[in-house]
């Protein structure tokens, strides 16, 4: 990338308020826009970068990516967390290549110095032999920490602006579905316990972003999926986040609710459980009784609605599971699967909704391929650049801002994908720099 790139984002995203949002083709294609959109965007923003319950030992690592930046997470002896760089001190090695693991001690395998698990160097090799390093030598005093590195309720983010937000404010009126979507527990806790399902798609990462709370495209997108569940009934029970033994009723279900664009990019749209007094009084009545005492009326029913969201730039919540995008170049992206388990509840609720979730997410799934089929035919479509703008009106004319500054639309608006492009632009807008 030619260090004098720089865009204006006037160029790339257009809002007239109340009536016009359109978003320019280069914004997922051109090349010199994603490179500064790691800087501007992954190393200016709060990146997720996993769950506390991942890491539950001394020597407990998790390796990310953030940007382009691999970092590495990590608990010492005391039971702290630490994120550094994944990169030796002496001559730049990765430290660790895989996913997650646990390790005694971080010894780097190419001339072998070794660091504690706080990040500390504890030994230098043959750092006294002959030719080895003389008496005024400044040893590193260990690896590179990540600027900022922060977690609500047990979900990690870190940062790679000092200067950021604290992660609470960052987080906004999404701290509000995190805490509904956790408060699922009689503890308040979720474990992540199984390993991620990966998929690559072909297709710019803000693809993902715009989808997974994309209310608007499932009836259209997953058009064989509902004729199936029309056909042969909803069998998912309490499970399923995608409701309706009929067409039309599965049109009804979806289009309740709210959809949001929230400041800092997040977005989520939103839909009221549509009985819960069939919870309370169902197999699982025990657990959702218990909640209702806990939390009332007002908080039950936020834990008992259907939620998907998204937290800028590359982190969801949707159904059971914790989603992870991560870009490659500006036509690939990697997507990261984490179900969790409902830390107190019964055994078969956690089972049945890990079953409902194989029925739409994965490789075997009907809804994830439809979905990255969608992203690589959006991907083709842009390759015809001579069409200028994507269309992003939709809702908002009826989307209203609230004293918070987020917007709340109705159940098909586009507000969750205009929070997007609007923090996009906001972001891109820094000169080049501070870059
Ligand atoms: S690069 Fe790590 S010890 Fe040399
Ligand atoms: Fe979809």
């Known amino acids: 990338m030619s260090r004098e790139f720089d865009i204006d984002p006037d160029d790339y995203v257009r809002e007239k308020p109340g009536h016009q949002f359109l978003v320019r083709t280069e914004a997922y294609t051109d090349a010199d826009v994603f490179e500064l959109e790691m800087r501007r965007i992954f190393e200016r923003t709060w990146i997720y970068v996993g769950h506390e319950s991942e890491l539950p030992d001394a020597g407990s690592f998790k390796t990310a990516q953030v940007g382009r930046q691999p970092i590495i997470v990590l608990r010492d002896k005391q039971g702290g967390l630490g994120a550094f760089f994944n990169r030796c001190v002496h001559r730049g090695a990765a430290l660790l290549r895989e996913a997650e693991g646990t390790v005694q001690e971080l010894r780097c395998p190419y001339h072998g110095w070794v660091f504690d698990l706080s990040g500390k160097t504890r030994l230098v090799s043959e750092r006294n032999d002959p030719g080895g390093y003389g ?6 005093e260990g690896l590179v920490p990540v600027p900022r590195l922060e977690s609500y309720r047990g979900l990690l983010f870190v940062s790679m602006d000092p200067q950021i937000v604290p992660l609470e404010r960052y987080l906004g009126l999404m701290k509000e579905v995190i805490d509904a979507k956790l408060d699922l527990s009689p503890t308040g806790r979720i474990v992540v316990a199984s390993k991620p399902y990966v ?9 993902q ?23 042969f009934g909803d069998t998912t029970g309490d499970f399923g986040v995608h409701k309706g033994r009929s067409t039309r009723e ?5 289009f309740r609710g709210a959809t ?6 997040h977005g989520y749209a939103q839909v009221p459980a549509a009985d819960t007094d069939a919870l309370l009084d169902g197999e699982f009545g025990g657990l ?26 590359s982190m969801g919540m949707i159904h059971q599971q914790i989603r992870v995008w991560r870009p490659i170049s500006p036509e690939e992206t990697e997507v990261l ?4 388990e409902i830390e107190g509840a019964p055994e078969a609720f956690n089972a049945g909704m890990l079953r409902s979730q194989e029925r739409f997410y994965g490789p075997s799934g009907f809804g994830m391929t439809d979905d990255t089929e969608i992203f690589a035919r959006v991907t083709q479509g842009l390759r015809a650049d001579h069409v200028k703008w994507l269309v992003f009106d939709r809702g908002m004319d009826t989307d209203e801002q609230t004293a918070s500054g987020d917007f709340r639309g109705l159940p098909s608006s586009e507000a969750p994908q205009r929070a ?7 972001l891109m807008r820094r000169s080049a720099s501070e870059a």
């Open 337 to 340: 699967i984490y179900p969790y």
């Open 250 to 254: 599965m049109r009804e279900q979806r």
């Open 199 to 207: 998929a690559r798609y072909q297709g710019n990462w803000k693809l």
């Open 260 to 265: 949001w664009s929230c400041l800092y990019g």
């Open 420 to 426: 997007l492009w609007r923090e996009w632009s906001r």
């Open 288 to 313: 959702y009784r218990a909640l209702h005492a806990q939390h009332g009326d007002e908080g039950f029913a936020r834990i008992a609605s259907k939620v998907t969201s998204t937290v800028f730039p």
């Open 209 to 231: 972003t715009e989808n997974i709370v994309d209310a608007y495209h499932f009836m259209h997108t997953h058009g064989a999926f509902v004729k199936l569940q029309a056909k």
């Open 135 to 140: 008496p005024g030598f400044e040893q590193p």
